[in-house]
Protein backbone atom coordinates (compact mmCIF):
# COMPACT_ATOMS: atom_id res chain seq x y z
CA UNK A 1 0.00 0.00 0.00
CA UNK A 2 1.11 3.94 -0.99
CA UNK A 3 1.68 5.41 2.78
CA UNK A 4 2.82 8.93 0.84
CA UNK A 5 0.97 11.04 3.16
CA UNK A 6 0.42 8.03 5.79
CA UNK A 7 -1.69 10.14 8.33
CA UNK A 8 -5.35 8.97 7.99
CA UNK A 9 -7.47 6.67 10.40
CA UNK A 10 -6.39 3.42 8.89
CA UNK A 11 -2.97 4.61 9.86
CA UNK A 12 -3.45 4.93 12.91
CA UNK A 13 -4.43 1.34 13.14
CA UNK A 14 -1.88 0.65 11.37
CA UNK A 15 0.81 1.55 13.35
CA UNK A 16 -0.73 0.65 16.54
CA UNK A 17 -0.42 -2.91 14.98
CA UNK A 18 3.29 -2.69 13.96
CA UNK A 19 4.15 -1.39 17.62
CA UNK A 20 1.98 -4.28 19.50
CA UNK A 21 1.27 -6.65 17.04
CA UNK A 22 -0.11 -9.51 19.28
CA UNK A 23 -2.01 -7.02 22.30
CA UNK A 24 -5.74 -8.16 22.04
CA UNK A 25 -6.73 -4.94 20.16
CA UNK A 26 -10.68 -6.04 20.10
CA UNK A 27 -13.20 -8.52 21.81
CA UNK A 28 -16.62 -8.70 20.75
CA UNK A 29 -19.14 -10.88 21.86
CA UNK A 30 -22.98 -10.84 21.31
CA UNK A 31 -25.53 -12.67 23.06
CA UNK A 32 -28.16 -15.03 21.47
CA UNK A 33 -32.06 -12.99 20.90
CA UNK A 34 -33.10 -13.19 24.70
CA UNK A 35 -30.77 -13.93 26.47
CA UNK A 36 -27.93 -11.72 28.77
CA UNK A 37 -26.43 -14.76 30.84
CA UNK A 38 -25.92 -17.64 28.91
CA UNK A 39 -22.87 -18.51 26.74
CA UNK A 40 -22.32 -15.53 23.96
CA UNK A 41 -23.60 -16.65 20.03
CA UNK A 42 -20.45 -14.65 18.67
CA UNK A 43 -17.41 -14.71 20.51
CA UNK A 44 -14.12 -13.27 18.70
CA UNK A 45 -10.88 -12.23 19.57
CA UNK A 46 -8.57 -10.08 17.52
CA UNK A 47 -4.62 -8.61 17.97
CA UNK A 48 -3.69 -5.63 16.72
CA UNK A 49 -2.28 -7.81 13.41
CA UNK A 50 -4.93 -9.70 12.98
CA UNK A 51 -7.24 -6.73 12.79
CA UNK A 52 -5.18 -4.38 11.02
CA UNK A 53 -4.55 -7.89 7.76
CA UNK A 54 -8.62 -7.84 8.11
CA UNK A 55 -9.37 -4.08 7.50
CA UNK A 56 -7.13 -4.69 4.39
CA UNK A 57 -8.59 -7.48 3.14
CA UNK A 58 -12.16 -6.26 3.10
CA UNK A 59 -10.66 -2.83 1.94
CA UNK A 60 -9.51 -5.13 -1.38
CA UNK A 61 -13.23 -6.83 -1.12
CA UNK A 62 -14.79 -3.70 -1.16
CA UNK A 63 -12.54 -2.17 -4.37
CA UNK A 64 -12.88 -5.87 -6.59
CA UNK A 65 -16.78 -4.78 -6.32
CA UNK A 66 -16.33 -1.77 -8.37
CA UNK A 67 -16.31 0.70 -5.87
CA UNK A 68 -14.00 3.78 -5.73
CA UNK A 69 -12.33 6.31 -3.83
CA UNK A 70 -15.04 8.93 -2.64
CA UNK A 71 -17.79 6.53 -3.50
CA UNK A 72 -20.14 6.36 -0.09
CA UNK A 73 -20.73 2.99 1.31
CA UNK A 74 -24.07 2.99 3.64
CA UNK A 75 -23.28 0.90 6.79
CA UNK A 76 -26.87 -0.71 8.85
CA UNK A 77 -25.61 -2.49 11.73
CA UNK A 78 -25.60 -3.21 15.67
CA UNK A 79 -22.45 -3.47 17.04
CA UNK A 80 -20.12 -6.09 15.93
CA UNK A 81 -16.65 -6.13 14.77
CA UNK A 82 -17.86 -6.23 11.21
CA UNK A 83 -19.10 -3.37 11.38
CA UNK A 84 -15.67 -1.95 12.58
CA UNK A 85 -13.96 -3.61 9.93
CA UNK A 86 -16.21 -1.95 7.23
CA UNK A 87 -15.19 1.60 8.88
CA UNK A 88 -11.67 1.05 8.88
CA UNK A 89 -11.26 -0.81 5.42
CA UNK A 90 -13.26 2.47 3.97
CA UNK A 91 -10.74 4.92 5.29
CA UNK A 92 -8.37 2.34 4.51
CA UNK A 93 -9.07 3.13 0.51
CA UNK A 94 -10.40 6.38 0.71
CA UNK A 95 -14.43 5.40 0.34
CA UNK A 96 -16.45 7.53 2.64
CA UNK A 97 -18.86 5.78 5.24
CA UNK A 98 -22.39 6.56 5.78
CA UNK A 99 -23.25 4.76 9.31
CA UNK A 100 -27.26 4.73 9.35
CA UNK A 101 -29.15 4.33 12.57
CA UNK A 102 -30.05 0.90 13.07
CA UNK A 103 -33.72 1.68 13.82
CA UNK A 104 -34.27 3.58 10.91
CA UNK A 105 -37.39 2.75 8.96
CA UNK A 106 -37.91 1.88 5.17
CA UNK A 107 -38.09 5.59 4.32
CA UNK A 108 -35.41 7.02 6.71
CA UNK A 109 -33.25 4.42 5.23
CA UNK A 110 -34.26 5.45 1.58
CA UNK A 111 -33.77 8.80 2.48
CA UNK A 112 -30.03 8.15 3.80
CA UNK A 113 -28.95 6.28 1.00
CA UNK A 114 -30.61 8.83 -1.56
CA UNK A 115 -29.22 11.67 0.14
CA UNK A 116 -25.95 10.45 0.03
CA UNK A 117 -25.40 8.86 -2.94
CA UNK A 118 -24.57 6.26 -1.56
CA UNK A 119 -23.06 3.02 -4.15
CA UNK A 120 -23.12 0.76 -1.96
CA UNK A 121 -25.30 -0.60 1.37
CA UNK A 122 -23.46 -3.17 3.65
CA UNK A 123 -26.07 -4.60 6.58
CA UNK A 124 -26.90 -6.99 9.02
CA UNK A 125 -28.75 -10.09 8.14
CA UNK A 126 -31.82 -9.14 10.15
CA UNK A 127 -32.39 -5.87 8.14
CA UNK A 128 -32.78 -8.05 4.79
CA UNK A 129 -36.57 -7.45 4.15
CA UNK A 130 -35.68 -3.29 4.89
CA UNK A 131 -32.84 -3.15 2.63
CA UNK A 132 -35.09 -5.57 -0.15
CA UNK A 133 -37.82 -2.97 0.08
CA UNK A 134 -35.51 0.31 -1.49
CA UNK A 135 -35.97 0.59 -4.75
CA UNK A 136 -33.63 -0.65 -7.52
CA UNK A 137 -31.91 1.80 -9.72
CA UNK A 138 -30.27 5.24 -8.56
CA UNK A 139 -27.04 5.08 -7.70
CA UNK A 140 -27.09 2.19 -5.47
CA UNK A 141 -25.41 -0.55 -7.21
CA UNK A 142 -24.11 -2.69 -4.65
CA UNK A 143 -25.85 -4.69 -1.99
CA UNK A 144 -24.14 -6.79 0.60
CA UNK A 145 -24.23 -8.27 4.47
CA UNK A 146 -21.78 -7.12 7.24
CA UNK A 147 -21.37 -11.61 7.18
CA UNK A 148 -20.26 -11.47 3.80
CA UNK A 149 -17.45 -8.60 4.71
CA UNK A 150 -16.49 -10.56 7.57
CA UNK A 151 -16.06 -14.12 6.33
CA UNK A 152 -13.44 -12.24 3.46
CA UNK A 153 -11.60 -9.95 5.88
CA UNK A 154 -11.26 -13.20 8.73
CA UNK A 155 -9.07 -15.40 6.32
CA UNK A 156 -6.39 -15.74 3.47
CA UNK A 157 -3.75 -13.66 1.79
CA UNK A 158 -3.24 -9.76 2.86
CA UNK A 159 -3.13 -8.14 -0.39
CA UNK A 160 -0.99 -5.24 -1.71
CA UNK A 161 -3.34 -2.48 -1.90
CA UNK A 162 -2.11 0.76 -4.46
CA UNK A 163 -5.10 2.39 -3.45
CA UNK A 164 -4.62 5.11 -0.38
CA UNK A 165 -6.28 8.83 0.77
CA UNK A 166 -4.99 11.82 1.86
CA UNK A 167 -5.68 13.28 5.17
CA UNK A 168 -7.92 16.04 3.77
CA UNK A 169 -10.28 13.52 1.83
CA UNK A 170 -13.90 12.77 3.37
CA UNK A 171 -14.01 9.51 5.55
CA UNK A 172 -17.19 9.77 6.77
CA UNK A 173 -20.56 11.91 6.19
CA UNK A 174 -21.72 11.58 10.23
CA UNK A 175 -25.44 12.81 10.04
CA UNK A 176 -26.80 14.27 12.90
CA UNK A 177 -29.27 12.65 15.11
CA UNK A 178 -32.56 14.96 13.65
CA UNK A 179 -33.81 15.56 16.93
CA UNK A 180 -35.16 18.97 15.93
CA UNK A 181 -34.68 19.07 11.94
CA UNK A 182 -34.15 15.96 8.99
CA UNK A 183 -30.75 14.96 9.56
CA UNK A 184 -27.79 16.44 7.63
CA UNK A 185 -24.60 14.43 6.84
CA UNK A 186 -21.60 16.36 8.00
CA UNK A 187 -18.49 15.91 5.99
CA UNK A 188 -15.71 14.81 8.29
CA UNK A 189 -12.28 14.08 7.11
CA UNK A 190 -9.14 12.00 7.96
CA UNK A 191 -7.60 15.36 8.99
CA UNK A 192 -10.45 16.26 11.31
CA UNK A 193 -10.93 12.98 13.21
CA UNK A 194 -7.45 12.35 14.20
CA UNK A 195 -7.61 16.04 15.78
CA UNK A 196 -10.62 14.95 17.39
CA UNK A 197 -8.62 11.70 18.71
CA UNK A 198 -5.60 13.31 20.18
CA UNK A 199 -8.14 15.79 21.97
CA UNK A 200 -9.85 12.71 23.08
CA UNK A 201 -6.89 11.23 24.44
CA UNK A 202 -5.49 14.25 25.88
CA UNK A 203 -8.57 15.79 27.64
CA UNK A 204 -9.98 12.28 28.70
CA UNK A 205 -6.81 10.68 30.31
CA UNK A 206 -7.35 7.54 27.99
CA UNK A 207 -4.01 5.45 28.23
CA UNK A 208 -2.84 2.07 26.88
CA UNK A 209 -2.98 0.16 29.52
CA UNK A 210 -7.21 1.07 29.72
CA UNK A 211 -9.47 -1.63 28.72
CA UNK A 212 -12.84 0.39 27.36
CA UNK A 213 -16.54 -1.38 27.49
CA UNK A 214 -17.84 0.17 24.51
CA UNK A 215 -21.65 -0.53 24.69
CA UNK A 216 -22.92 2.89 22.73
CA UNK A 217 -23.69 2.58 18.99
CA UNK A 218 -21.20 2.76 16.75
CA UNK A 219 -22.91 4.71 13.84
CA UNK A 220 -22.80 7.44 16.82
CA UNK A 221 -20.10 9.41 16.55
CA UNK A 222 -19.29 9.61 20.59
CA UNK A 223 -19.01 5.67 21.14
CA UNK A 224 -17.09 5.49 18.05
CA UNK A 225 -15.11 8.77 17.56
CA UNK A 226 -14.30 9.59 21.21
CA UNK A 227 -13.45 6.16 22.81
CA UNK A 228 -13.30 2.98 20.09
CA UNK A 229 -11.08 5.00 17.88
CA UNK A 230 -8.85 6.91 19.92
CA UNK A 231 -8.58 3.24 22.23
CA UNK A 232 -7.19 1.92 19.00
CA UNK A 233 -4.96 4.51 17.98
CA UNK A 234 -3.72 4.49 21.24
CA UNK A 235 -3.15 0.41 21.61
CA UNK A 236 -5.50 -0.25 24.37
CA UNK A 237 -7.61 -3.59 25.15
CA UNK A 238 -11.29 -2.89 23.42
CA UNK A 239 -14.23 -4.94 24.96
CA UNK A 240 -17.35 -4.32 22.64
CA UNK A 241 -20.93 -5.17 23.47
CA UNK A 242 -24.44 -5.11 20.97
CA UNK A 243 -26.20 -2.96 23.40
CA UNK A 244 -26.16 -1.54 27.07
CA UNK A 245 -28.10 -3.89 28.30
CA UNK A 246 -28.11 -2.52 32.51
CA UNK A 247 -27.30 -6.72 33.52
CA UNK A 248 -24.71 -6.97 30.64
CA UNK A 249 -22.85 -3.99 31.68
CA UNK A 250 -22.52 -4.53 35.32
CA UNK A 251 -21.51 -8.22 34.76
CA UNK A 252 -19.00 -7.36 32.53
CA UNK A 253 -17.56 -4.44 34.03
CA UNK A 254 -17.45 -6.74 37.28
CA UNK A 255 -16.33 -9.71 35.88
CA UNK A 256 -14.04 -8.83 33.55
CA UNK A 257 -13.01 -5.85 35.64
CA UNK A 258 -12.72 -3.39 32.73
CA UNK A 259 -11.44 0.09 33.59
CA UNK A 260 -13.10 2.58 31.50
CA UNK A 261 -16.93 3.37 30.29
CA UNK A 262 -19.34 5.68 28.64
CA UNK A 263 -22.83 6.01 28.60
CA UNK A 264 -25.75 8.83 28.39
CA UNK A 265 -27.49 9.65 31.46
CA UNK A 266 -30.35 8.00 30.77
CA UNK A 267 -27.72 4.48 30.56
CA UNK A 268 -25.98 5.62 33.54
CA UNK A 269 -29.58 6.41 35.38
CA UNK A 270 -30.96 3.01 34.09
CA UNK A 271 -27.23 1.01 35.71
CA UNK A 272 -28.04 3.15 38.93
CA UNK A 273 -31.61 2.15 39.12
CA UNK A 274 -30.96 -1.99 38.30
CA UNK A 275 -31.36 -4.21 41.02
CA UNK A 276 -28.00 -5.46 40.19
CA UNK A 277 -25.84 -2.04 41.03
CA UNK A 278 -25.75 -2.33 45.05
CA UNK A 279 -23.89 -5.92 44.88
CA UNK A 280 -21.57 -5.27 41.73
CA UNK A 281 -17.80 -4.69 42.95
CA UNK A 282 -16.96 -2.06 40.41
CA UNK A 283 -13.56 -0.97 42.50
CA UNK A 284 -11.48 -1.12 39.61
CA UNK A 285 -13.56 0.98 37.29
CA UNK A 286 -10.86 4.04 37.09
CA UNK A 287 -12.87 6.49 34.36
CA UNK A 288 -17.23 6.97 34.12
CA UNK A 289 -17.41 9.26 31.34
CA UNK A 290 -20.50 10.82 30.64
CA UNK A 291 -22.46 12.76 27.81
CA UNK A 292 -24.21 12.88 24.71
CA UNK A 293 -26.97 14.70 26.61
CA UNK A 294 -27.19 16.69 30.02
CA UNK A 295 -26.84 14.47 33.10
CA UNK A 296 -29.36 15.44 35.85
CA UNK A 297 -27.45 16.75 38.59
CA UNK A 298 -29.09 14.23 41.32
CA UNK A 299 -28.02 11.10 39.15
CA UNK A 300 -24.43 12.62 39.01
CA UNK A 301 -24.70 12.57 43.02
CA UNK A 302 -26.19 9.42 43.03
CA UNK A 303 -23.59 7.63 41.00
CA UNK A 304 -20.50 9.82 42.49
CA UNK A 305 -21.23 8.34 45.86
CA UNK A 306 -21.83 4.99 44.80
CA UNK A 307 -18.62 5.19 43.09
CA UNK A 308 -16.24 7.12 45.38
CA UNK A 309 -13.18 5.51 43.82
CA UNK A 310 -14.28 6.45 39.71
CA UNK A 311 -13.06 9.66 38.10
CA UNK A 312 -16.00 11.44 36.27
CA UNK A 313 -16.21 13.35 33.04
CA UNK A 314 -18.17 15.07 31.12
CA UNK A 315 -17.90 14.91 27.47
CA UNK A 316 -19.27 17.67 25.86
CA UNK A 317 -19.95 18.44 21.90
CA UNK A 318 -21.93 17.32 18.66
CA UNK A 319 -21.24 15.68 15.76
CA UNK A 320 -20.27 18.24 13.14
CA UNK A 321 -16.73 19.36 15.75
CA UNK A 322 -16.01 15.14 15.33
CA UNK A 323 -17.73 15.32 18.53
CA UNK A 324 -16.10 16.59 21.93
CA UNK A 325 -15.42 20.42 22.32
CA UNK A 326 -15.35 20.54 26.23
CA UNK A 327 -14.67 17.91 29.01
CA UNK A 328 -15.67 18.38 32.92
CA UNK A 329 -12.41 16.74 34.56
CA UNK A 330 -12.51 14.50 37.60
CA UNK A 331 -11.03 17.40 39.83
CA UNK A 332 -13.09 19.64 38.86
CA UNK A 333 -16.26 18.20 39.40
CA UNK A 334 -16.55 18.96 43.01
CA UNK A 335 -16.45 22.62 42.85
CA UNK A 336 -18.56 22.61 39.50
CA UNK A 337 -20.79 19.46 39.22
CA UNK A 338 -23.22 20.84 36.53
CA UNK A 339 -20.87 22.52 34.40
CA UNK A 340 -19.49 20.92 30.93
CA UNK A 341 -15.92 22.07 31.58
CA UNK A 342 -13.74 23.71 29.43
CA UNK A 343 -12.04 23.16 25.62
CA UNK A 344 -10.14 20.47 24.81
CA UNK A 345 -7.07 20.27 22.82
CA UNK A 346 -7.65 21.54 19.04
CA UNK A 347 -11.23 23.38 20.05
CA UNK A 348 -11.16 27.20 20.63
CA UNK A 349 -14.74 28.50 21.28
CA UNK A 350 -16.71 32.17 21.58
CA UNK A 351 -19.52 32.61 23.18
CA UNK A 352 -22.19 35.33 21.71
CA UNK A 353 -24.95 36.95 22.72
CA UNK A 354 -28.48 36.92 20.83
CA UNK A 355 -27.57 40.98 19.49
CA UNK A 356 -24.33 39.01 17.57
CA UNK A 357 -22.14 40.64 20.82
CA UNK A 358 -19.39 38.68 22.90
CA UNK A 359 -20.67 37.27 25.65
CA UNK A 360 -19.19 38.26 28.92
CA UNK A 361 -18.71 36.33 31.49
CA UNK A 362 -21.94 35.00 33.27
CA UNK A 363 -23.94 35.89 29.87
CA UNK A 364 -25.95 33.76 28.32
CA UNK A 365 -25.18 32.96 24.61
CA UNK A 366 -24.50 30.99 21.96
CA UNK A 367 -21.18 28.78 21.75
CA UNK A 368 -19.22 28.29 18.55
CA UNK A 369 -16.65 26.81 17.27
CA UNK A 370 -13.12 27.05 14.98
CA UNK A 371 -10.76 23.87 15.32
CA UNK A 372 -9.24 21.27 12.66
CA UNK A 373 -12.06 19.03 14.24
CA UNK A 374 -14.51 20.88 11.99
CA UNK A 375 -16.56 19.27 9.34
CA UNK A 376 -16.27 20.98 6.02
CA UNK A 377 -19.79 21.28 5.55
CA UNK A 378 -23.23 19.17 4.98
CA UNK A 379 -23.42 16.89 2.20
CA UNK A 380 -25.31 18.37 -1.00
CA UNK A 381 -26.93 21.28 1.34
CA UNK A 382 -25.33 24.36 1.19
CA UNK A 383 -27.65 26.28 1.82
CA UNK A 384 -27.75 24.34 5.44
CA UNK A 385 -23.67 25.02 5.55
CA UNK A 386 -23.88 28.57 5.19
CA UNK A 387 -26.46 28.95 7.82
CA UNK A 388 -24.22 26.73 10.38
CA UNK A 389 -21.15 29.10 9.76
CA UNK A 390 -20.11 32.51 10.81
CA UNK A 391 -16.75 32.69 8.19
CA UNK A 392 -14.91 29.54 10.21
CA UNK A 393 -16.93 29.64 13.33
CA UNK A 394 -19.43 26.96 13.71
CA UNK A 395 -22.45 28.00 15.17
CA UNK A 396 -23.50 25.18 17.16
CA UNK A 397 -27.02 25.87 18.47
CA UNK A 398 -26.18 25.53 22.00
CA UNK A 399 -26.76 28.00 25.07
CA UNK A 400 -24.34 28.60 27.22
CA UNK A 401 -23.17 30.35 29.94
CA UNK A 402 -19.03 30.80 30.06
CA UNK A 403 -17.57 32.04 33.60
CA UNK A 404 -14.05 33.71 33.47
CA UNK A 405 -11.81 30.74 33.85
CA UNK A 406 -13.57 29.85 30.57
CA UNK A 407 -15.74 26.75 32.09
CA UNK A 408 -19.04 26.01 30.10
CA UNK A 409 -22.44 25.54 32.31
CA UNK A 410 -24.90 24.16 29.30
CA UNK A 411 -28.73 26.03 29.22
CA UNK A 412 -30.20 24.27 26.56
CA UNK A 413 -30.39 23.91 23.19
CA UNK A 414 -31.73 27.12 21.40
CA UNK A 415 -34.35 24.99 20.04
CA UNK A 416 -35.50 23.53 23.31
CA UNK A 417 -35.57 27.00 25.40
CA UNK A 418 -38.95 27.70 26.22
CA UNK A 419 -40.65 30.94 25.61
CA UNK A 420 -43.38 31.38 28.24
CA UNK A 421 -45.18 34.69 28.74
CA UNK A 422 -41.59 36.30 26.68
CA UNK A 423 -39.88 34.98 29.54
CA UNK A 424 -36.96 31.93 28.45
CA UNK A 425 -36.77 28.52 30.27
CA UNK A 426 -34.54 26.36 29.90
CA UNK A 427 -35.85 22.96 29.85
CA UNK A 428 -32.74 21.68 31.69
CA UNK A 429 -33.14 23.43 34.89
CA UNK A 430 -37.00 21.80 35.41
CA UNK A 431 -35.69 18.60 34.81
CA UNK A 432 -32.94 18.86 36.99
CA UNK A 433 -35.72 19.79 39.79
CA UNK A 434 -38.03 16.28 38.57
CA UNK A 435 -35.53 14.40 38.99
CA UNK A 436 -34.37 15.11 42.19
CA UNK A 437 -37.96 13.70 43.50
CA UNK A 438 -37.87 10.19 44.70
CA UNK A 439 -40.62 8.77 42.63
CA UNK A 440 -38.97 10.13 39.17
CA UNK A 441 -37.02 7.59 37.18
CA UNK A 442 -36.84 9.51 34.07
CA UNK A 443 -38.06 13.71 33.06
CA UNK A 444 -38.43 15.62 29.99
CA UNK A 445 -39.49 19.55 29.58
CA UNK A 446 -40.97 20.81 26.79
CA UNK A 447 -42.89 23.65 25.43
CA UNK A 448 -46.51 23.56 24.12
CA UNK A 449 -48.35 25.72 22.20
CA UNK A 450 -50.54 28.16 24.84
CA UNK A 451 -52.75 30.75 23.75
CA UNK A 452 -51.83 32.76 26.72
CA UNK A 453 -48.45 31.98 27.50
CA UNK A 454 -46.83 31.42 23.92
CA UNK A 455 -45.69 27.87 25.25
CA UNK A 456 -46.73 26.09 28.52
CA UNK A 457 -43.70 24.42 30.64
CA UNK A 458 -44.66 20.70 30.24
CA UNK A 459 -43.78 17.50 31.80
CA UNK A 460 -43.14 14.17 30.56
CA UNK A 461 -42.53 11.82 33.62
CA UNK A 462 -41.16 8.19 33.73
CA UNK A 463 -42.28 7.38 37.61
CA UNK A 464 -39.64 5.02 39.43
CA UNK A 465 -43.02 4.78 41.99
CA UNK A 466 -46.42 5.72 41.86
CA UNK A 467 -47.15 9.37 42.27
CA UNK A 468 -49.56 12.07 40.79
CA UNK A 469 -49.12 14.87 38.58
CA UNK A 470 -49.91 17.78 41.63
CA UNK A 471 -47.58 15.89 43.95
CA UNK A 472 -44.81 16.95 41.21
CA UNK A 473 -46.19 20.29 40.36
CA UNK A 474 -46.18 21.16 44.23
CA UNK A 475 -42.93 19.78 44.21
CA UNK A 476 -41.31 21.87 41.77
CA UNK A 477 -42.96 24.97 42.79
CA UNK A 478 -41.28 25.17 45.92
CA UNK A 479 -37.89 24.71 44.34
CA UNK A 480 -38.64 27.06 40.95
CA UNK A 481 -40.02 30.28 39.93
CA UNK A 482 -43.65 30.34 39.11
CA UNK A 483 -42.82 30.91 35.41
CA UNK A 484 -40.90 27.89 35.56
CA UNK A 485 -42.94 25.01 37.13
CA UNK A 486 -44.75 22.77 34.82
CA UNK A 487 -48.31 23.57 33.88
CA UNK A 488 -48.81 19.75 33.36
CA UNK A 489 -47.31 16.36 34.01
CA UNK A 490 -48.04 13.51 31.48
CA UNK A 491 -46.63 9.92 32.27
CA UNK A 492 -45.15 7.63 29.92
CA UNK A 493 -43.61 4.19 30.08
CA UNK A 494 -40.63 5.49 28.54
CA UNK A 495 -39.42 8.72 26.65
CA UNK A 496 -38.67 8.26 23.14
CA UNK A 497 -34.30 8.35 22.56
CA UNK A 498 -32.23 7.56 19.84
CA UNK A 499 -29.88 4.86 20.48
CA UNK A 500 -27.26 7.30 21.78
CA UNK A 501 -29.87 7.81 24.68
CA UNK A 502 -30.58 11.22 23.77
CA UNK A 503 -34.28 12.41 24.52
CA UNK A 504 -36.23 13.25 21.19
CA UNK A 505 -37.96 16.15 22.15
CA UNK A 506 -39.08 16.93 19.07
CA UNK A 507 -41.20 13.74 19.23
CA UNK A 508 -42.19 14.54 22.56
CA UNK A 509 -43.46 17.99 21.23
CA UNK A 510 -45.58 16.33 17.97
CA UNK A 511 -47.38 13.80 20.90
CA UNK A 512 -48.23 16.79 22.94
CA UNK A 513 -49.05 18.73 20.25
CA UNK A 514 -51.83 16.19 19.24
CA UNK A 515 -49.76 15.36 15.51
CA UNK A 516 -48.10 11.70 17.17
CA UNK A 517 -50.18 9.12 19.04
CA UNK A 518 -50.29 10.16 22.87
CA UNK A 519 -48.20 8.49 25.37
Same mark, same amino acid.
Do not use: C
Given at each position: MNHRHGNTVADALRRSAARTPDRRALHFTAQASGTSQAAPAVDRSWTYRELDHAVTRAAAHLLARGLRPGDRVAALGRNSDAYLLLFLACARVGLVHVPVNYNATAAELRYFTEQSGSAALLYDDEYADLVAALPAGGPLRHRATMTELLTVAQDGP?????????????????????? =?? /??????? =?????????????????????????????????????VFLLPGLMLGCENRLIQAPDPATVLRLLTTERLTSFF?????????? /??????? /??? *??????????????????????????GTGFYNAFGQSEVGPLATVLRPEEHDARPTSAGRTVLFVEARVVRPDGRPAGPGEIGEIQYRSPQLCTGYWDKPEETAAAFDADWFRSGDLV????? *?? @??? @????????? =? *? *? @????????????????????????? @?????????VTAVVVARTPVAEGELIDWARE?????? =???????ADGLPKNASGKVLKRELREQLTGSQQPF
Open positions: VPVLLTFAPDHDLVQLLYTSGT =TA /APKGAMM =THRALLHEYLSAITALDLRETDRLLHALPLYHSAQLHAPPTVWAALT /AHPDFAA /ADL *GHLEKAYYGASVMPAPVLERLRTALPRRDAE *GY @VQV @VDRLKDVIN =T *G *G @VLVSSREVEDVLYAHPAVAEAAVVG @VPHPKWIEARLPAHK =TPKAVHF
